[in-house]
Structures are given as structure tokens and as C-alpha cells.
């Protein structure tokens, strides 16, 4: 619940933000396109506000037949990435491989996507200087690899460390949802060229290692 939470209220809020900071920006020059981040603002906070009802419904005892529409996919992560894009951050989506008939599991689709959502909500909220992102997917026979990465440097990056609480818990859920399927993720800078990487490991369906 906590990690749902967070990522929902963390992921949108920032989007909101990127994009009334371009509005305003964009007001001075091209009311056009101050109306344009108006209205992306109305969808995204719409959308937020659908996600927690759903998921708070499902808590409440007393509703039963609350809504329980599924969670997001991989079919869903072109929608996200424009989203970002349309908070101010250029992002670029890689594929390699495909997937097979043994595809991911719903469950494992949902760590995916949302370790996606959260490292490209960090760079948004911390990364400083011109910055860009790059998402790479690559399926193998037995594994799917998510690698995020940014080019983002600045003071701001020091968010993102594990000695900062409040940062350490996105790091800590995305961890967490990779453990459940027996995954693992590394969260660090770039160890040659400024900037910041998110690698994930995820077992395919049914493999065992």
C-alpha cells in the first residue's frame, strides 16, 4: 500500500509541477502553449485522483464491490513516457529482444512499469542541468532488463543517495517490488559520464535460477 502510494501521489505530483513550471514560463511567450500545460495538468491530476480512489476503495470493509480495474502494464509505458516528455523531460524508449509467449506475469509487468515511473520521477524532482533519459528494455531467453538513464548532474542529485530519507524510500520500494519476483535493481550514478542509471533484473514467468 505504501509503495502504491507513493508512487502514485510522488509520480504525478512532479509531473503537475514540470508542467506549471513550463506553463508559466510559456504564458510570457505563447499563450498557446501556457493553454496546452493547462490542460495536461487537468489529465494528470485527474488520472491521480482516479488511482486513488481505486486504491483506497479497495481498502475501504464496507465496499465490497469497489472498483478493482487493472493495474498498469507494459502496454501502458508509451502513455507514461509521454507524459514525462510532456513535463519537460526528453525521453527515449529502447527495445531489444522480444517478448515470448511466456511473457511477464501482470504482477511482474507492474514492477516494471513502476520502477520506470519512479526513476524518471527522480530525475524530474532531482536531476539539475539540461537532462534527458533514456529507458532500455531487453529480453532474453530467461530475463527482461530495465535500464533507466539519465544525463541529469547538479547539486540536486544528492537527493537520490540513500542518505537522504525521504529519496531512500523510493529506492527502497523499487528494491522491495523486485524482490518479490526474486529481481534485483542497482540505483547509482553513471560510472563514467555525468548522470544517474536504474538497472532492474526481472525472471520471465515460470523461470527459475
Do not use: F
Request: no cysteine.
Amino acid at each position: 500500500i505504501a509503495r502504491e502510494m507513493h508512487d502514485i501521489i510522488g509520480h504525478n505530483l512532479s509531473v503537475i509541477t514540470g508542467l506549471a513550471d513550463g506553463g508559466a514560463y510559456a504564458a510570457r511567450k505563447n499563450p498557446e502553449r501556457a493553454g496546452q500545460a493547462l490542460d495536461a495538468i487537468g489529465t494528470t491530476s485527474r488520472q491521480a485522483l482516479s488511482e486513488l480512489r481505486r486504491l483506497l476503495g479497495v481498502l475501504r470493509d464496507d465496499h465490497p464491490d469497489a472498483e478493482r480495474t487493472p493495474q498498469p502494464t507494459l502496454d501502458e509505458l508509451t502513455p507514461l513516457i509521454e507524459r514525462v516528455r510532456r513535463a519537460g523531460l526528453p525521453v527515449d524508449l529502447e527495445l531489444h529482444g522480444e517478448p515470448t509467449a511466456r511473457s511477464l506475469t501482470p504482477g511482474r509487468q507492474l514492477t516494471v512499469y513502476r520502477v520506470i515511473q519512479e526513476a524518471l520521477t527522480n530525475t524530474l524532482k532531482h536531476a539539475t542541468g539540461p537532462t534527458s533519459a533514456t529507458v532500455t528494455l531487453t529480453y532474453s531467453r530467461t530475463h527482461l532488463d530495465a535500464r533507466i538513464t539519465d544525463t541529469g548532474t547538479g547539486a540536486g542529485r544528492a537527493a537520490e543517495t540513500e542518505e537522504a530519507p525521504l529519496a531512500a524510500q523510493g529506492i527502497m520500494g523499487m528494491r522491495e517490488r523486485a524482490a518479490l519476483y526474486d529481481g534485483s535493481l542497482e540505483a547509482g550514478p553513471l560510472p563514467e559520464h555525468p548522470g544517474w542509471q536504474v538497472q532492474l533484473r526481472l525472471p520471465l514467468e515460470d523461470t527459475h535460477q
